[in-house]
C-alpha cells in the first residue's frame, strides 16, 4: 500500500515529478511521545513530524509534485 507525505523543500529545482528518492529518518523524543521525521537525501527536503503510530516502513519513495506557493515548495512523495 503507498503512503503520501509531504516535505518541505527550500530552494527550487531539487526534484521534480516522477524522480526515486531515498530518506533518512530520524528519532524525536517530545512531551507529545515519540515522533519521527524524514529527511529526503542528501538534505534537499524534510517532512513534518510523525507520531510513531504512523511510522513509515519503507524509506524509498517516488515525487507525485512539487507546489511552489509564496517562495516555500511542498513536496508531495508516495512512500513504497
Given at each position: 500500500?503507498?503512503?503520501e507525505i509531504s516535505f518541505r523543500m527550500e530552494?527550487?529545482?531539487?526534484l521534480k515529478e516522477g524522480d526515486e528518492v531515498e530518506m533518512s529518518e530520524s528519532r524525536l523524543n517530545t512531551l507529545a511521545?515519540?515522533?519521527y521525521y524524514y529527511?529526503?537525501?542528501p538534505a534537499l527536503a524534510m517532512s513534518d513530524n510523525i507520531p510513531a503510530a504512523r511510522r513509515l516502513t519503507s524509506l524509498k519513495a517516488t515525487v507525485k509534485e512539487v507546489i511552489e506557493a509564496n517562495s516555500v515548495?511542498?513536496?508531495?512523495?508516495y512512500c513504497e
Open positions: 500500500m503507498q503512503r530552494r527550487p529545482n531539487l511521545g515519540t515522533m529527511t529526503i537525501e515548495f511542498t513536496v508531495v512523495a
